[in-house]
């Protein structure tokens, strides 16, 4: 944890959609004037893709799996020293990791690779969406590092559809090859990703409801307007329920730490929770920020 260069990650699995949700997060530093360097959990991963289809093969013939959710495909030493430097100093190296031609051709690289490394701009806080913001094992602490971490959760039968949707639809992946990969990860899925969910200071998740009881054949993503999100948070001091309840129409408590709130309305609590607590890492940074004047933007 740093007060001079502070780190927020939002944490969630493959297709959880953390990456989706970093717009809300934009909107409010944009709001507040805030200079974040986005960072994506991606970029620490350890091989390139026929790296890892060596990898994944490699395994198979012994018997056991390898995911990207786990350590042998991550490098968490890179992400626990990026952050613990970033804290010090403001400052790092980083790269991408390039998933479509989109994302390649600027690079002139193939989809796959990854980019070269370069310096982190300077910048007031750092930012990470990805898979790891919370990860703790017996090498690595990257969660101590981290001053707000949010984790974007939705029930896991939708985490698959919005998987299996955007890997087809805009990573070029057969439904099969996807299929495979949820079923490859699932160990590496209980003890590497859920556990963070643990270490959050607030959880969004995401509940459809409509029937998504075969996640493998649906041919859509539930809407927001078809779902309702459970917003759970932990050692978040001064929670202010009665003026979210107020502010969000159909919002309501589920536990004494739960609400939870229409899908459509996601954007508007993320956008409320969210603020004051970067508010108070700003205010802690010594940067003047002003919620009055955001509300009046
Ligand atoms: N709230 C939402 N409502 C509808 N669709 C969503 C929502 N959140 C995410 N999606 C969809 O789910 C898919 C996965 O989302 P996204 O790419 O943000 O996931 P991610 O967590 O960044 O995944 P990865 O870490 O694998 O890149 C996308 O097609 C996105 O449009
Ligand atoms: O989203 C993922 C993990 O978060 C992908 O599964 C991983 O990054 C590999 O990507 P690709 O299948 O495009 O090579």
Redesign the pocket.
Known sequence: MSAKHPIIAIT??????????TNAFRHIFRSFDIKATEIE??SFHRYTRPEMEVQIRKAQEQGRHISYFGSEANDFNLLEELFEGYGQTGQGKIRRYLHSFDEAVPYNQMPGTFSPWHDLPESDLLFY???HGGIVTEENNVAKHVDLLIG?VPIVNLEWI??I??DTT?RGHSHEAVMSSIVRSMDDYINYITPQFSRTHVNFQ?VPTVDTSNPFSAKD????DESFVVIRFRGVKGVDFPYYLNMIDGAFMSRVNTMVVP?GK?GLAMELIITPLIEELMHKKGKKVSSTEWLLR
């Open positions: 969630g699995s493959s297709g959880a959609g953390t990456s989706t949700t959990g991606d969406e990805g898979l974007m919005q998987k949707i955007r805009d995401r993503i539930p809407t927001l899908g996601m």
